[in-house]
C-alpha cells in the first residue's frame, strides 16, 4: 500500500508561484518514477510533469517552461514549483507514482489532491 500525501495548493493572482509539495509512505522505493496530474471541474484529469527515478523530468506543453518538478529521494518527497501561475492552472493538482522507473505508463497509486486556485 502507497500513501501520496499533497500539500502546499491555496489561491494565488496571476503572475503568482505556488510550491506543491508529496510526501509517499509505505510500500515504494526510490525505483519509482513520480508525477503530478490535475483535474479542473468539468474536464478530464489530464498530465502535469512527471520524472523518473533517474531525475529525468517531463512535462505537459502548458506548462513546459513554467513549473519544475524535482524530487529528494531520501526523503520519498516530489515537489512541483509552479511559477508565472494562470486562471487556467486552476484545478485539483493530484500527486501520482508509478509502478516503473519511468513514467510511460499509467500511474497506480494517487494522493488524495490539493486545490490550486489562481484569480484576481
Known amino acids: 500500500q502507497v500513501q501520496l500525501v499533497e500539500s502546499g495548493g491555496g489561491l494565488v493572482q496571476p503572475g503568482g508561484s505556488l510550491r506543491l509539495s508529496c510526501v509517499a509512505s509505505?510500500?515504494?522505493?526510490?525505483?519509482?518514477?513520480m508525477g503530478w496530474f490535475r483535474q479542473a471541474p468539468g474536464k478530464e484529469r489530464e498530465f502535469v510533469a512527471a520524472?523518473?527515478?533517474?531525475?529525468?523530468?517531463y512535462y505537459a506543453d502548458s506548462v513546459n517552461g513554467r513549473f519544475t518538478i524535482s524530487r529528494d529521494k531520501p526523503e520519498n518527497t516530489l515537489y512541483l514549483q509552479m511559477n508565472s501561475l494562470k486562471p487556467e492552472d486552476t484545478a485539483m493538482y493530484y500527486c501520482?507514482?508509478?509502478?516503473?522507473?519511468?513514467?510511460?505508463?499509467?500511474?497506480?497509486?494517487w494522493g488524495q489532491g490539493t486545490q490550486v486556485t489562481v484569480s484576481s
Open positions: 520524472i523518473s527515478s533517474g531525475g529525468s523530468p
Open positions: 501520482a507514482a508509478y509502478p516503473a522507473s519511468s513514467p510511460t505508463i499509467i500511474p497506480s497509486s
Open positions: 509505505g510500500s515504494i522505493c526510490s525505483r519509482n518514477a
